[in-house]
């Protein structure tokens, strides 16, 4: 019924914070000090200040008493990302040069959607790009191996005023759709729309990455799918474990022709957190360090469109 009560209670083992996201951190910090292991819902914090409290708590509680702290980032269990990963780390995609894409939604299209994500108070200043833009950028430094190292980013709100559901109409002081460029430590170049008011777009993240060799081509909304493309010839990769790599075939639970999706996204990063608990190191398990670089990024992407030029992103 209470914090307290949760935090006390010598039966629960993980705590999983799933509020609005001015409480982030206070929760989050609350359970790693009460020897909770934690998965905490991002954004980490509403600011980077916030993130780097946590991720040194986190850190610090992993070396006394081996707690594990878990962010869910949970596209990066879609199988066919981790096919995409492992393509790219064996070289057959070649030097990578260019890395692009989006995340695009239309729920806060119209001046009546309203949400407490709106409100800067409750969901931060970042909205559009705190929210969704994070999971795009971790997309795309989880499958390439690269990080973003410098980039510059515009900003729009496109609906000015809500309406609640009380029918009171407010100001909207966060961003409706980001756009940015940017150039990541390996040398390659990308350009990224995150968007809450595309019409007909609920989900759609996609990401391509264009190297010496090939490209491949994901879509959050055609999970089962990877494209190839090559000079001579394109193909559709499907998902079957039979054919798969082994770090992707580890996600693909069930036979192919069998549709997965985001659920099973969601029990495969459940069950490595469970794993982790346990001992184990399971490969690519978002840690509050992921929390910590996606509030960098949306600082940087801040700095950004506040000042209209590029900005060095913090390693």
Same mark, same amino acid.
């Given at each position: ?6 935090? &006390? ?39 980077? #200040?916030? *993130? ?10 992993? %070396? ?29 995609? @070649? ?7 989006? !995340? ?70 966060? %961003?409706? #759709? ?13 350009? #990224? ?12 993240? !996609? ?5 010496? %060799? ?18 001579? &010839? ?8 039979? &054919? ?11 036979? *192919? @022709? ?20 346990? @001992? ?17 990024? *949306?600082? *940087? ?6 000042? @209209?030029?590029?900005?060095?992103? #913090?390693?």
């Amino acid at each position: 019924a209470t914090v307290d009560e949760l935090l &006390t209670d010598p039966e629960v083992d993980v705590v999983h914070v799933c509020t609005p996201n001015h409480l982030h951190v206070p929760l989050a910090r609350a359970a790693l000090a009460a020897g909770k292991h934690v998965v905490c819902e991002k954004p980490l914090a509403t600011d980077v #200040a916030g *993130a780097v409290e946590l991720a040194g708590l986190a850190a610090a509680a992993r %070396e006394r008493d081996g707690r594990v702290a878990v962010v869910p980032f949970a596209y990066r269990f879609h199988a066919m990302v981790r096919e995409a990963r492992e393509r790219v780390r064996r070289g057959e995609v @070649g030097t990578v040069s260019l890395v692009h894409g989006s !995340y695009l939604q239309d729920w806060l299209l119209r001046d009546s959607d309203d949400n407490w994500r709106v409100d800067p108070a409750l969901g931060g200043a970042s909205r559009a790009f705190g929210d969704i833009g994070s999971h795009f950028c971790d997309l795309l430094e989880f499958t390439t191996g690269q990080r973003i190292v410098r980039l510059v980013a515009q900003s729009a709100t496109v609906n000015p005023h809500r309406r609640g559901a009380d029918g009171v109409v407010h100001e909207v002081a966060t %961003e409706d #759709a980001v756009t940015l460029q940017y150039a990541t430590d390996g040398g390659a170049l990308g350009s #990224a729309v995150i968007s809450q008011v595309s019409a007909g777009r609920k989900n759609r993240l !996609y990401l391509e990455i264009s190297g010496s %060799e090939s490209t491949l081509a994901f879509d959050q909304e055609q999970p089962e799918t990877l494209w190839e493309g090559r000079r001579t &010839t394109s193909r559709l990769l499907v998902r079957d474990p039979e &054919t798969l790599s082994p770090a992707a075939a580890r996600y693909s639970r069930l036979p *192919a @022709g069998h549709a997965q999706g985001y659920q099973d996204c969601f029990d495969a990063l459940v069950a490595d957190t469970a794993a982790a608990i346990g @001992g184990a190191v399971p490969d690519g398990l978002p840690t509050f360090d992921d929390g910590l670089r996606a509030a960098r990024l *949306a600082d *940087a992407v801040a700095t950004s469109v506040r000042t @209209g030029g590029w900005v060095e992103v #913090a390693s």
